[in-house]
């Protein structure tokens, strides 16, 4: 019976505490970027498996009993650094992600795809006329060049024939017109937020390879001491 729970214990330590301590590790970067939609998918699988977790140390309880080992120095150092974790988790880790949620939550202006572009440059008609001595004047070629001033078309647009100066530049194009792309900054108490959630979520990660470790080199294995 003992075999039984301890497999137990290690199968659900493994297949709950893991993914906490992995998805816990992705929220700070998750938060960096301002991806929204990750940081909420990485919350609820936290929020998720915090429950699942459970049966850790439920499962731990019944196999120190079967073992009658409850008492033993090692086994109490292990729920102690166990109790921590799960304080860590629900106490800080959990709270400070939904309040990156919370942050994060007023910035998401993401456009749909395919939107309308910016307005572009509208270059005055050239009078059509025939072929003169200085080469083309107004034709398809030129109604072609000007649909290629519009943002987002290939090539430069068309100047008329004779026009001084360089030829008009559409109005987006430069760098921070209305409708370009703009990657979010986090704010001052954002960033504060992914450093304290990095920081918890590693004392987390080590508490739980504290615990780990003494359960691999406990007295009485045949790998203890």
């Not at 140390?57 to 120190?64: D, E, H, I, L």
Request: net charge positive; aromatic share 4%.
């Amino acid at each position: 019976m003992s075999k039984v729970l301890l497999s137990i214990h290690v199968v659900a330590a493994i297949l709950a505490v893991g993914p906490v301590a992995v998805a816990a590790s992705m929220v700070p970067p998750a938060i960096r970027r301002g991806d929204h939609r990750m940081l909420q998918t990485l919350y609820r699988i936290c929020r998720v498996y915090a429950w699942v977790s459970l049966a850790v140390p439920v499962f731990g309880f019944a196999v120190a009993g079967t073992m009658k080992v409850t008492g033993d120095t090692w086994v109490l150092v292990s729920i102690g650094l166990t109790a921590l974790a799960a304080a860590v988790l629900v106490l800080l880790m959990l709270p400070n992600q939904r309040a990156a949620l919370a942050e994060l939550a007023p910035d998401v202006t993401a456009e749909e795809p395919g939107g309308t572009p910016g307005p572009a440059a509208t270059a005055e008609e050239p009078a059509a006329g025939p072929l003169g001595a200085t080469g083309l004047t107004a034709g398809p070629v030129g109604v072609a060049g000007r649909a290629a001033g519009h943002v987002g078309a290939a090539g430069p647009p068309v100047r008329p024939v004779g026009a001084a100066g360089p030829p008009a530049r559409p109005v987006g194009a430069a760098a921070g017109a209305p409708g370009a792309a703009i990657a979010p900054h986090p704010s001052a108490g954002v960033a504060r937020l992914a450093a304290r959630l990095g920081m918890t979520t590693g004392v987390f990660n080590l508490l739980w390879v504290v615990v780990t470790v003494i359960m691999i080199v406990r007295p009485g294995s045949s790998t203890g001491v």
